[in-house]
């Protein structure tokens, strides 16, 4: 094996974890910790945990919390992975991620619990206009 592949090989080792779900912590809607690293997941921005939003018929819900049910939901039994991508200013490591094969970033904006983040990404933009037709 040439050192070239051995390279490739152990970088796309070190840039992918996978944890099952006793390993997988959801920090907030848009973040998981898995084995010490915590994962800010790219393309998405989702309501702090204690955040509120306005509901559509007056008041506010507690849209910072559902969105880490959700989300906590979308992991639940399921093997986790995450694809790295960068570190960010706050020393998260960004990531794409999936549980059980399904793009966790796509499913959480399409479902209407985060938005595209399109100040860093565009990858979710069609997600998100799938919810706004939706009315998530």
Do not use: H
Not at 22 to 40: C, I, P
Not at 90 to 112: H, P, Q, S, W
Request: proline share 1%.
């Amino acid at each position: 094996m040439t050192f070239a592949r051995l390279t490739a090989v152990l970088s796309a080792y070190l840039v992918a974890a996978t944890a099952s779900l006793a390993d997988v912590r959801v920090v907030d809607g848009d973040t998981l910790e898995m084995d010490g690293t915590t994962y800010r997941i790219n393309g998405i921005d989702a309501p702090e945990y204690g955040q509120k939003c306005a509901s559509k018929t007056g008041g506010t819900w507690a849209c910072g919390k559902e969105a880490v049910d959700a989300l906590v939901g979308y992991v639940s039994g399921k093997d986790v992975q995450c694809d790295s991508m960068a570190e960010d200013g706050f020393g998260r490591t960004v990531a794409t991620c999936f549980a059980n094969g399904t793009d966790i970033g796509a499913l959480m904006v399409e479902l209407g619990w985060a938005w595209a983040f399109v100040k860093y990404s565009d990858v979710y933009v069609a997600e998100e206009a799938i919810a706004r037709n939706a009315g998530q």
